[in-house]
């Protein structure tokens, strides 16, 4: 089901689709990590090709003790394993690698579930044939989604099998009986009836208009083509997840080197769901949009798309269709993998005034940016090499996009990077921000350590000066006397801190502290002076705790 769309002379263009319901609000692109995920592996080539596939889930964990069950729904298989932080699995198996058919229905889905936030990627290979997608957990699925209009092939498609020379839209469902509309802007639909992680299979033609999926609870929509004509009367496997319209934005950056070596093969397709236009910089008049158009992305032109409402916007060139990222949604830290036998590359846009501040694990970056026309934003390309490994590439300051892009046999392919963090901070990867807190509740040096426990937290310890400074920075519009988590041994009478850290830096008020009889228990004084001595004081005293959460970290290495 896909508009008819006639394509101009100019040699990179941008289709432009428009449906019928209206978005308000943008939310983000999806999160790349989380507890629970659903995915298939699409047709790739020929399910009867000669060559087996050799798919693969590469699980990454974000957190120690993280317990990962990976099902195969319609084996009833199951696998599970035991990851610590930053600790990564391959998982490969027979029943894994299995890919789907033709059949319009099918429970040959992978259901993935764990503990603690993870980061899923799949990859799905036959031969030289390759796509790796980012699955979106989910929690950042929808019930909304509009198809991209299907980009015209280039060249003739190798006339084997009628079967394949469809583009697919692939449904899958979660845990709950779903019904699902496809639907047209003309009011031509189906209605289907999905099972618990249950898929339905459609086939794109381009004769008829590109469906609008509505769901009664969330659903994974992938959109794919197992066979997409190339050069030399040869094809290539095409897949990418679609987002839902939460997920769309109103500014991309448009990157010249996906360009290269495919110009005049090279379009963006647009995809909204109401009348647009695209505005430009400086400001001209706006180009209105009503229904499917073509327009050019004339080289030297800028590299920004802006538009009046939110869109979808995909890169598609032979071997790759590449969701873009929008710029509100752009992240900090992102996972990467290079895989085996092949080019790999990472390509960054970044701020271009802070560049300085991109990092690949524990150094910085140290290459060529190169200014994106018409923007405040740089692009650069890092070199991976052959083989296999994960790559983490952050900015200490300021957000950013990152994409990865394979070549095999000149054909390449990519996903955008998975984000695992968006927050900046000049430490790394920040999973979990510190957290510095006054309780809400006064009471005894004791009851204050359990409060602070009961929270998650702990009663802070300030065991250097630089510490100190950074908690008192976040309490000085607070006044008055609180405990903090130091305190004398009923045993020895020596001070120690409750994190174990040893006592080499002290900020007693002038006489502090007493002797043993006077205090066991050392408060702290908020002084709007900026002072925030110690001193010590009866453990029954009622005061308020200052509570704290240090930050958590990805591991770089």
């Known amino acids: ?22 978005v308000s609000t943008a939310h983000s692109f999806p999160n790349s990590f989380g507890k629970e995920f659903i995915t298939a592996f699409p047709e790739n080539i020929a399910f009867y090709h000669p060559t087996q596939p050799y798919n693969r889930i590469v699980i990454t964990a974000l957190h120690s003790d993280t317990t990962v069950i990976m099902k195969m729904r319609e084996l009833g298989s199951t696998d599970t394993r035991n990851l610590n932080a930053a600790q990564e699995v391959v998982i490969q198996t027979s029943w894994i690698s299995a890919e789907l058919k033709r059949s319009k229905f099918s429970n040959n889905t992978i259901h993935v579930t764990s503990n603690k936030d993870i980061s899923v990627l799949a990859i799905s290979q036959r031969g030289e044939s390759i796509q790796a997608t980012v699955v979106p957990p989910v929690e950042s699925l929808g019930t909304e989604y509009h198809v991209p209009p299907i980009p015209e092939m280039k060249h003739p ?17 979660n845990k709950e009986t779903n019904k699902v509309t496809i639907s047209g802007p003309a009011g031509e639909n189906e209605t289907v009836s999905l099972q618990p992680f249950q898929l339905v299979q459609l086939g794109l033609n381009r004769s008829l208009p590109e469906p609008h999926v509505l769901a009664d609870h969330p659903v994974a929509v992938l959109y794919s083509h197992p066979c997409a004509a190339t050069t030399n009367c040869t094809c290539s496997f095409l897949f990418s997840p679609l987002y839902p319209v939460t997920a769309w934005g109103s500014e991309y950056l448009v990157h010249p080197s996906l360009e290269n070596g495919a110009l ?37 032109g800028s590299s920004l798309v802006k538009t009046s409402s939110l869109v979808s916007l995909t890169l598609h060139r032979p071997g790759l269709l590449l969701s873009l990222i929008p710029t509100h949604s752009f992240s900090t830290c992102y996972l990467l993998h290079s895989l085996n036998a092949m080019r790999n590359q990472a390509l960054l846009v970044a701020p271009t005034a802070q560049t300085e501040g991109v990092h690949q694990g524990n150094t910085a970056l140290d290459v060529t940016w190169t200014p994106m026309m018409g923007t405040e934003y740089s692009w650069a390309l890092i070199d991976f090499g052959t083989e296999y490994r994960r790559h983490v590439i952050w900015h200490s300051s300021s957000k950013m996009a990152a994409y990865y892009l394979g070549e095999t046999n000149g054909m390449v392919f990519g996903n955008p990077a998975a984000s695992i963090s968006t927050d900046p ?60 988590g130091l305190r004398r041994s009923s045993l020895t009478g020596q001070w120690y801190w409750l994190s174990k850290a040893a006592v080499s830096f002290s900020h007693w008020a002038q006489g502090e502290p007493g002797n043993p009889i006077q205090g066991q228990c050392a408060m702290m004084t908020l002084d709007p002076q900026g002072n925030y001595t110690w001193s010590d004081q009866s453990c029954c005293e009622a005061l308020p705790a200052v509570c704290y959460r240090e930050p958590l970290h990805f591991p770089l290495q």
């Open 157 to 173: 498609q190798p006339q084997i099998d009628p079967g394949n020379h469809l583009f697919r839209l692939i449904i899958i469902n």
């Open 1 to 22: 089901m896909a508009l008819v769309t006639t394509m101009g002379v100019v040699p990179v263009v941008l289709l432009v689709l428009a449906a019928f319901d209206s």
């Open 264 to 300: 005049n093969e090279t379009t963006f397709l647009l995809t909204t769901n109401q009348s647009v236009s695209l505005l430009s910089e400086p400001p001209t008049e706006p180009l209105q949009l009503q229904s499917s158009n073509e327009l050019p992305f004339l080289p030297g």
């Open 425 to 484: 901070d000049s430490k790394g990867c920040l999973l979990r921000p510190e957290v510095v807190t006054l309780g809400d509740k006064q009471g005894g040096w004791p009851e204050s350590l359990k409060y602070c426990q009961d929270q998650g937290y702990s009663l802070v310890s300030l065991n250097t000066e630089e510490f100190l400074l950074q908690v008192t920075n976040k309490l000085r519009e607070m006044q008055g006397q609180v405990w903090i």
